[in-house]
């Protein structure tokens, strides 16, 4: 399995304001940043999209992305979402105001999309990958993903505070490789963590020894005015297999 974390900055830089993830040149998680993923034919290989949630920085770019990649064939892109974030899609980006609206398009003219809502604890098989969807815990319904090939699997729970049962299901997989887990604001705005519904470096370390087991934890969502800040908190604690996740790298498991 082949994992990248799209890149919404200049090259080179380390600040992500957008989230998106590529797994296998082919399955989407988020589309806050798919303008990253290079060239036109680049997104076009992108035929599944699964959204954690709502929020602007999860997708941003799927109404440009779909655009980009249409063709006209009728082999357009499938995206996946739990009820609310499909909802804002269909009112609050589709809707001929914000962007035009191509669901209603897509029902008199080959279509730029077909919506999916998924179920927490439901497979859904994607181009060979098997994504069971997991409720953690933001301020809006969201979704984290554990994502499985033949070989191995990850989880990327997304924006979350202190969350269960993700880590109750992770746990159950064998051959689970790595958590891409977020860690936003440093300790000093833990106030702020609360009410935005994320993590911190001291609940961050909290929050992995919940999955019972050494793993490979690979931290994103940093937020990029405290990015130095949150990543010495974390690093200090010298905690286990965590590292700082690299946007544009590929990661191979």
């Given at each position: 399995m082949h994992v990248t974390i799209v890149p919404s900055s200049q090259p080179g830089q380390l600040s992500q304001l957008f989230t998106s993830y590529v797994v296998n040149g082919r399955v989407a998680i988020d589309a806050g940043c798919l303008d990253g993923v290079g060239s036109v034919e680049d997104m076009g290989r992108i035929k599944h999209v699964f959204l954690t949630h709502s929020h602007l920085d999860h997708v941003a770019t799927l109404g440009p992305f779909l655009d980009a990649v249409y063709d006209g064939s009728g082999d357009c892109v499938q995206i996946y979402g739990n009820a609310h974030t499909l909802d804002c899609l269909r009112k609050d980006i589709f809707n001929n105001r914000l962007y035009p609206d191509f669901l209603h398009i897509?029902?008199?003219?080959?279509?730029?999309?077909?919506?999916?809502?998924?179920?927490?604890?439901?497979?859904?098989?994607?181009?060979?990958?098997?994504?069971?969807?997991?409720?953690?815990?933001?301020?809006?319904?969201?979704?984290?993903?554990?994502?499985?090939?033949?070989?191995?699997?990850?989880?990327?729970?997304?924006?979350?505070?202190?969350?269960?049962?993700?880590?109750?299901?992770?746990?159950?997989?064998?051959?689970?490789?790595?958590?891409?887990?977020?860690?936003?604001?440093?300790?000093?705005?833990?106030?702020?963590?609360?009410?935005?519904?994320?993590?911190?470096?001291?609940?961050?370390?909290?929050?992995?020894?919940?999955?019972?087991?050494?793993?490979?934890?690979?931290?994103?969502?940093?937020?990029?005015?405290?990015?130095?800040?949150?990543?010495?908190?974390?690093?200090?604690?010298?905690?286990?297999?965590?590292?700082?996740?690299?946007?544009?790298?590929?990661?191979?498991?």
């Open positions: 897509s029902t008199f003219r080959p279509p730029y999309l077909v919506l999916h809502e998924v179920m927490p604890g439901v497979a859904v098989v994607a181009d060979g990958l098997r994504v069971t969807p997991i409720e953690v815990d933001h301020v809006v319904p969201t979704l984290g993903f554990i994502i499985e090939d033949d070989h191995s699997a990850i989880v990327i729970p997304s924006d979350t505070a202190p969350t269960e049962a993700i880590w109750k299901e992770a746990a159950r997989r064998k051959s689970l490789a790595a958590v891409f887990l977020e860690c936003t604001f440093p300790n000093e705005m833990r106030w702020l963590a609360e009410i935005a519904r994320h993590l911190t470096p001291d609940l961050y370390a909290l929050e992995i020894v919940k999955l019972g087991r050494p793993m490979r934890f690979i931290t994103v969502h940093v937020h990029p005015r405290h990015r130095a800040i949150v990543e010495a908190e974390l690093l200090a604690k010298k905690l286990p297999g965590v590292e700082i996740g690299v946007p544009g790298k590929t990661y191979t498991f």
